[in-house]
Nanobody
Framework: QVQLVESGGGLVQTGGSLRLSCAAS????????MGWFRQAPGKEREFVAA????????YYADSVKGRFTISRDNAKNTVYLQMNSLKPEDTAVYYC?????????????????????WGQGTQVTVSS
């Protein structure tokens, strides 16, 4: 099984940028589809972005489309989330998640229950 560790969170002003990283270990990273989810205080965890195991398919939540970009480097066992034009409503704990040998269908990559492996989360705070 795979272990995941997120990094790159922090405090940023509205309009700023952050890049989150999620380092994987313990298994062959290229066999896993990867997703980013977030959870704000008092709210349910929500889908942010996902990328297929080969990197050829990506999905984004409507709220982040055009501002966030998910990518992966299988040689470095790492998935990234580049976040630009950040807004206060992006404030949340961001989690990366892994799904083994998933399909590329949206129902597989955008649903949190499809992911068996999760990181501990990294806090992103956007000040207004």
């Amino acid at each position: 099984q795979v272990q995941l560790v997120e990094s790159g969170g922090g405090l940023v002003q509205t309009g700023g940028s952050l890049r989150l990283s999620c380092a994987a270990s313990g298994d062959t990273f290229s066999r896993y589809a990867m997703g980013w989810f977030r959870q704000a205080p008092g709210k349910e965890r929500e889908f942010v972005a996902a990328i297929s195991w080969g990197g050829g398919t990506t999905y984004y939540a409507d709220s982040v489309k055009g501002r966030f970009t998910i990518s992966r480097d299988n040689a470095k066992n790492t998935v990234y989330l580049q976040m630009n034009s950040l807004k206060p409503e992006d404030t949340a704990v961001y989690y990366c998640a892994a799904q083994y040998w998933s399909s590329t269908a949206a129902d597989s990559l955008t649903r949190s229950y499809q992911y068996a492996y999760w990181g501990q989360g990294t806090q992103v705070t956007v000040s207004s």
